[in-house]
């Protein structure tokens, strides 16, 4: 099992620009999450998805948007990047909440110039 | 509403020495507590969780941490730190919510 994978692994974009940021899952998990991870901040969770067909806002949302394309996908997009979105971006999936593990993926290191 | 610190961004150790970092966390429902290491360039991965079956947790590469309640704390230890171990840890704290995470403590073994 492939587990959780994010595409693409490494983006450089321009101000403005705008991108897509995949991730998919192959445990039949029901919820799935994206995080950004900055230095000395940890990770915040941007959106979730708690089953398929529902999305809701985590800490940092502004700026984002997010698509539950399927219950294997869960995609995160940046309409007009700014350089404050320069982050790693974590994807992760468990089957519900309280005490299943959370899985991740491996990370997207984005840098908006 | 959930959180976790932990004490201490960055924490040195010897090689061979005990392995001690912090976590305290704040939960208005009984928590379950999960200790995630990261290494570098990678992502996350679990150590050990706590789910109310018992308060010393054991988990892989010879960590373990122990919940309590009266302290809310959920501290990880080693007894023996290896070079393996430099990576940076992170706490996270759930109730039937999303993860959430401390801010992390870097630890570094010194040989």
């Known amino acids: 099992n492939a587990g959780v994978t ?3 692994k490494f983006q450089v974009l321009k101000t403005g620009q705008s991108m897509t940021l995949q991730c998919a ?8 999450y994206w995080y950004r ?6 990770l915040r969770l941007i959106y979730y998805s708690a089953s398929e067909g529902t999305t809701d806002k985590g800490e940092v949302p502004n700026g984002y948007n997010v698509s539950r394309l399927n219950k ?27 005490t299943e593990t959370q899985y991740f993926g491996p990370g997207t290191r984005l840098l908006v110039l | ?14 090689e061979g020495a005990l392995v001690l970092l ?7 429902v009984p928590p379950y507590l999960f200790w995630y290491v990261q290494y570098p360039n990678q992502g996350l991965q679990l150590l050990l969780k706590y789910t109310s079956a018992a308060t010393l947790v054991k988990g892989i590469n010879g960590f373990e941490a122990e919940f309590k309640k009266s302290e809310t704390s959920f501290h990880l230890t080693k007894p023996s730190a290896h070079m393996s171990d430099a990576a940076e ?10 993860l959430v995470f401390g801010k992390g403590t870097r630890l570094s073994v010194i040989a």
């Not at chain 1, 991870?37 to 940890?42: A, E, F, H, S």
């Not at chain 2, 912090?22 to 208005?28: L, Q, V």
Request: net charge neutral; with cysteine.
């Open chain 1, 6 to 8: 994010q595409t693409p």
């Open chain 1, 25 to 32: 899952q192959d445990m039949n998990h029901n919820s799935m």
């Open chain 1, 37 to 42: 991870q900055d230095p000395g901040m940890g």
């Open chain 1, 72 to 98: 294997r996908e869960f995609s995160l997009r940046l309409e007009s990047a700014a350089p404050s979105q320069t982050s790693v971006y974590f994807c992760a999936s468990r089957q519900l909440a309280g």
């Open chain 2, 1 to 14: 509403a959930q959180s976790v610190t932990q004490l201490g961004s960055h924490v040195s150790v010897s």
């Open chain 2, 22 to 28: 912090r976590c305290n966390y704040s939960s208005s």
């Open chain 2, 89 to 98: 840890y992170f706490c996270a704290v759930s109730g039937n919510t999303p």
